[in-house]
């Protein structure tokens, strides 16, 4: 039997109701554990609970936590099993893809959208087969399993706050399926072409949260650059479509990266990615020295990977080339 640590965080898999109606994390990772009984003809597992946090509180301090613990234990298990909240939990697969590069050996989120303790929850078979993919002999890297799916861990994406089909894999095949106590479908390259050797694992233990998010809206005024300059080292700006940025940003947007700031330029559609050189629009930005481009990248994977690249990154150009090299099926161009 193989021998999986199971990293408990909370998150609403772990929770319970409170006085006032509201959910909040009560059970630690060994009760959930012991309410899936029917782990223990599956693998020996060992539980630690560094937090027990609903996960809208999740922060890149956590995601270095969760890290360490994988660390520390890399040599004594076999896997590793993460119960998470679902709210931020593609954020956390995309930033531990990061932090334990090319790892042999299984780590896996898993949560749920009912908790533990209700009538028809999912948590059950959630844990359940995400310990199913963590124990089998192709399983390695990092991944989310949720309602029977294998989701690289830079691809997962929340598309819905009440389904239990709550993640969606984006840009990327599923990595495998999981059908009861089975692992069917070897339709992705991650899980059909499985490396026979492996560089890693390579931990990192730094991260710089200096990175701001912005959606264009019809209207919006480039002045919400200058506001965010002092706290800001990077920008992660979601384009209209395939790559429109509307006229009058232009001059901003340059002085932005000539003051030694990173600009990403995303789209804000979900499918299919960025393309600068389609439209006029665009194609300013394409060329633009440390203007940085997403391609087909998820936002939760492009929030992670700039603040690895900042905290990893001796100047600009070690930054750009630390940003385009591909790090578990994060980027395909």
Not at 137 to 156: C, E, L, N
Not at 172 to 190: C, F, K, M, T, Y
Not at 200 to 205: A, D, S, T
Not at 225 to 252: D, H, Q, V, W, Y
């Amino acid at each position: 039997m193989k021998h999986i640590l199971v990293i408990a965080t909370g998150g609403t898999i772990a929770s319970m109701p409170q006085d006032d109606g509201s959910l909040a994390p009560v059970l630690t990772g060994g009760d959930l554990v012991k309410r899936v009984p029917e782990v223990e003809e599956l693998c020996h597992i060992d539980v630690v609970q560094p937090m027990n946090i609903d996960s809208t509180n999740m922060t890149p301090a956590g995601w270095l936590t969760i890290a360490a613990e994988i660390e520390q234990a890399y040599d004594t298990y076999d896997g590793f099993v993460i119960l998470h909240g679902t709210d931020t939990m593609a954020y956390t697969a995309a930033a531990l893809s990061y932090l334990v590069q090319d790892s042999p050996k299984p780590i896996v989120l898993t949560g749920s959208q009912q908790p533990m303790s209700a009538p028809f929850t999912d948590a059950k078979l959630n844990v359940y087969q995400s310990l199913v993919w963590a124990c089998d002999d192709r399983a390695h890297d990092v991944h989310v399993v949720f309602d029977g799916k294998v989701i690289v861990g830079t691809r997962a994406h929340k598309q819905r706050t009440m389904s239990y089909n709550a993640f969606t894999s984006v840009n990327w095949p599923l990595a495998a399926l999981v059908r009861g106590n089975r692992v069917v479908g070897e339709r992705g390259v991650s899980f059909g072409e499985l490396p026979r050797t492996f560089e890693g694992p390579r931990f990192y233990h730094k991260l710089d949260q200096r990175v701001v998010v912005l959606k264009l809206t019809p209207g919006m005024k480039p002045a919400v650059f200058e506001a965010l300059a002092a706290a800001s080292k990077a920008a992660i700006l979601e384009t209209f479509g395939i790559g429109g940025i509307p006229e009058g940003f232009e001059r901003t947007l340059f002085r932005w990266v000539d003051a030694g700031r990173t600009l990403v330029l995303t789209t804000q559609v979900p499918e299919e990615g960025l393309d600068l050189g389609v439209y006029e629009v665009g194609k300013a930005y394409a060329d633009r020295p440390g203007i940085l481009l997403a391609d087909d990248m998820t936002l939760e994977a492009l929030v992670a990977k700039t603040m690895w690249a900042l905290a990893s990154a001796h100047d600009h150009q070690e930054l750009e080339e630390l940003f385009y090299r591909p790090v578990n099926h994060d980027r395909v161009r």
